[in-house]
């Protein structure tokens, strides 16, 4: 007999919680080279991808974890270090961890009110959010940027995402002019015109171009993962997909059935990256799958997680088209974040238009973009651009130093090459990388 998640009533969950608040640990002593973060709690639907969204939201990279919430309690313990691999020990972080997963972060509102936080959940105030998802093509988000100028709407943050030939983007806009949210129905009304004639683009294509506006909260990186889900970018066809991405970072997973405990086990194993462990969980949680236990670890440059599970409604994996659907969009959701090939790092003071003028200079240079990451800190805009060839060919490095020179002398332009082989430890990107977007992100919705 199935047996599921059983009825949570909100005001006996309040009450539990109040009776049997959460405890959270921060422990720098017991290991040398990481920070141990330890939360014990009443256990709820869900309960796992907020402790991970608020560690990931932090920027902190999560080495190994040991999860635990089979019955009415979770007890998690993650080993955690900064993008740079050392020990948490800024105060004003450890102070933000005890709060957010602690008491207070666990009743209504708690992680939106925080005075001077707004990490991964933001309250839009004076920024209209646009949700963008459509077929991927060369020149397309310049394209858009451009139609966004030319309404004197400013792009002050943004968000990219590609993958098997769709794009979802997530843009927050304010008027060029008030520095206002954009509400009036009638320019909405144009906005969502202009740019759904520009994903539509000149083919016939089966997935229809949407866009949507937004002044609530959004979550970015989850908003982008249901995106893509419900655009079904997981069904890509297997050649063509297959075309995007190094035999090298092809995550391997496996699904089989613990019998003695009736859960069915997902193992993942593939190059280790930041945010890898928020990507599964949060598409396992809205594909309504329950982790009751995991084991997660980083070996070198590689990253083994396991996960016991059962859908919400109590049942197990148990016929080869549910195995293959929740491989494939596991899949889907590692190879999205994965970028090979060149990022373009970019600071400058920030202006209307910007965006459109880097991202035209981009295109004329013959160049894709296939992950963005755009935000303002102040007066000055930070972008991070990762791109190839348009073709698919590697990216000449004749073209950067052109860049260099066309918009060399206006901006800082910083230029890396992504590493794709798999005896690169991911751990050395991380530490070298300037721009997170998470953390530039909170610090400018902050």
Partial sequence: MATGWPYFDPEYE??????????VSVDNTTCTDCTLVQVDSVNKPGILLEVVQILTDLDLVITKAYISSDGGWFMDVFHVTDPHGNKVTDSKTIDYIEKALGPKGHTA?????????????????????????????????SE?????????????AAEVWTHNRRVACV?????????????????LSAMEEQLKNILRGCEDDEKAARTNFSMGFTHID????????????????????????????????TIDRCEEKGYSV??????????????????LTDMQYVVFHATISSDGPHASQEYY?????????????????????????????????????LCAKDRVGLLSEVTRVLRENGLSVTRAGVTTVGKKAMNVFYVRDASG??????????????????????????????????????????FFFGSLLGRFLA
């Fill in 14 to 23: 309040n009450l539990s919680i109040r009776i049997n608040p959460p405890r």
């Fill in 393 to 434: 060919n590697p990216v000449d490095m004749k073209t950067i130093e052109g860049l260099r020179k066309e918009i060399g002398q206006r901006m800082l332009l910083n230029v890396k090459k992504v590493p794709t082989c798999a005896n690169a430890p991911e751990t050395s990107r991380w530490a070298k990388t300037s």
């Fill in 222 to 253: 989850r908003r982008l993962h249901q995106m893509m889900f419900a655009d079904r970018d997981y069904e890509g066809s297997g050649l063509e997909a297959e075309a995007d991405y190094s035999p090298l970072l092809k995550p391997k997973i």
């Fill in 266 to 283: 997902v193992s993942v194993r593939c190059k280790d990256r930041s945010k890898l462990m928020f990507d599964i969980v949060c598409t």
């Fill in 109 to 141: 509102n708690g992680l939106k009110t925080w005075a001077g936080q707004k990490v991964g959940v933001h309250l839009m105030g004076d920024h209209t959010a646009i949700e963008l998802i459509g077929r991927d093509r060369p020149g397309l988000l």
């Fill in 309 to 345: 599970i059962r859908h919400v409604d109590g049942c197990t994996l148990d016929t080869d088209a549910e195995k293959e659907r929740v491989t494939k969009c596991l899949e889907a959701a590692i190879r999205r974040r994965v970028s090979e090939g060149i990022s373009l790092e």
């Fill in 144 to 156: 858009v940027s451009a139609v966004l100028a030319n309404l004197h709407i400013n792009v002050v």
């Fill in 171 to 187: 843009v927050f806009v304010n008027d060029d002019t008030t520095c206002r949210a954009v509400d009036d129905p009638s320019r």
